[in-house]
T-cell receptor, first 116, second 115 residues
Framework: GAVVSQHPSWVICKSGTSVKIECRSL??????MFWYRQFPKQSLMLMAT?????????EQGVEKDKFLINHASLTLSTLTVTSAHPEDSSFYIC????????????FGDGTRLSIL | AQSVTQLDSQVPVFEEAPVELRCNYS??????LFWYVQYPNQGLQLLLK??????LVKGINGFEAEFNKSQTSFHLRKPSVHISDTAEYFC?????????????FGGGTRLMVKP
């Protein structure tokens, strides 16, 4: 079946560091990718929708300059958490939708971000 | 706007007992419905989906769900659970017409299977 690879799976870094998370669709072309944030024991909250070749659409309350999203190809989207602080610590999950959009989104395994 | 409510945040159950995880939704348009499972520190795995047709949907790992339009519900059931079913379960909806559309998730239900 369709596979979405997310990397890294876990990252720990100092406050003020910028961290890049990659989301790749391995065997299909993902015209749309979604980025979610999940706090401990909570549900997934959509942060932004990324369409290949265009600017991402951010949900209300999500800082565009803080969470930079790039979707430069049909198989790769990146989320960069700029100047990360402890409050940015969370579990970030991406999902990808194929070109036809006929099947449910395929999810990556998530990235646990811990900012010291 | 859509919303999804999972009525139980935690469901403890003994191994081999049946279980039902409840999900209700609200939407001004017709929807597609999904159940996902999340194991610790992992992403989401699709259990089953309702797009159209039979309202009783069978999924992986012995789970099934029934779409009830009049009650706007999509409860998940399994007749006999295993220890390995311990996980977080999320119900989600998207607009009908495109199953890859933006998902709205419920708050999740933690299923705890005890020996």
């Amino acid at each position: 079946g369709a596979v979405v690879s997310q990397h890294p799976s876990w990252v720990i870094c100092k406050s003020g560091t910028s961290v890049k998370i990659e989301c790749r669709s391995l065997d299909f072309q993902a015209t749309t990718m979604f980025w979610y944030r999940q706090f401990p024991k909570q549900s997934l909250m959509l942060m932004a929708t990324s369409n290949e070749g265009s600017k991402a659409t951010y949900e209300q309350g999500v800082e565009k300059d803080k969470f930079l999203i790039n979707h430069a190809s049909l198989t790769l989207s990146t989320l960069t958490v700029t100047s990360a602080h402890p409050e940015d610590s969370s579990f970030y999950i991406c999902s990808a939708r194929d070109r036809a959009g006929n099947q449910p989104q395929h999810f990556g395994d998530g990235t646990r971000l811990s900012i010291l | 706007a859509q919303s999804v409510t999972q009525l139980d945040s935690q469901v403890p159950v003994f191994e081999e007992a049946p279980v039902e995880l409840r999900c209700n939704y609200s939407s001004s348009v017709s929807v597609y419905l999904f159940w996902y499972v999340q194991y610790p520190n992992q992403g989401l795995q699709l259990l089953l989906k309702y797009l159209s047709g039979s309202t009783l949907v069978k999924g992986i790992n012995g789970f099934e769900a029934e779409f009830n339009k009049s009650q706007t519900s999509f409860h998940l059931r399994k007749p006999s659970v295993h220890i390995s079913d311990t996980a977080e379960y999320f119900c989600a909806v998207s607009d009908e017409g495109n199953a890859g559309n933006m998902l709205t998730f419920g708050g999740g239900t933690r299923l705890m299977v005890k020996p």
